[in-house]
Nanobody, 121 residues
Framework: EVHLVESGGGLVQPGGSLRLSCAASGFTLSDHGMTWVRQAPGQGLEWLSGIDAGGSETAYARFLEGRFTISRDKNTLYLQMSSLRYEDTAVYHC????????????????WGQGTQVTVSS
């Protein structure tokens, strides 16, 4: 059974930084491209970023304007977030995309329960 578990969220002031982590079980994380998505209150899932299985290629939603960085090691997926804004408040999920479509929005095979990020002064 596949499980994705995110951690690292919390309350942060505007302009601050957070690093999210995602651990996987039930499949070999390093064999698959992975993505980060988020869901703000009352909104749908929003694709943020993706990384290929080898960790050498990445893709980002344009609206992030270079503020987030995705990375991975053999066992964990990361999302480094900086210059956080009020509008970044959301539940952040790591996700295993369908058909290894990691570099753009698309169907998801599995996603975790998410970690809450709240940007507030």
């Amino acid at each position: 059974e596949v499980h994705l578990v995110e951690s690292g969220g919390g309350l942060v002031q505007p302009g601050g930084s957070l690093r999210l982590s995602c651990a996987a079980s039930g499949f070999t994380l390093s064999d698959h491209g992975m993505t980060w998505v988020r869901q703000a209150p009352g909104q749908g899932l929003e694709w943020l970023s993706g990384i290929d299985a080898g960790g050498s290629e990445t893709a980002y939603a344009r609206f992030l304007e270079g503020r987030f960085t995705i990375s991975r090691d053999k066992n964990t997926l990361y999302l480094q977030m900086s210059s956080l804004r009020y509008e970044d408040t959301a539940v952040y999920h790591c996700a295993k995309p369908a058909r290894d479509n990691w570099n753009s929005p698309g169907p998801i095979d599995y996603w975790g329960q998410g970690t809450q990020v709240t940007v507030s002064s």
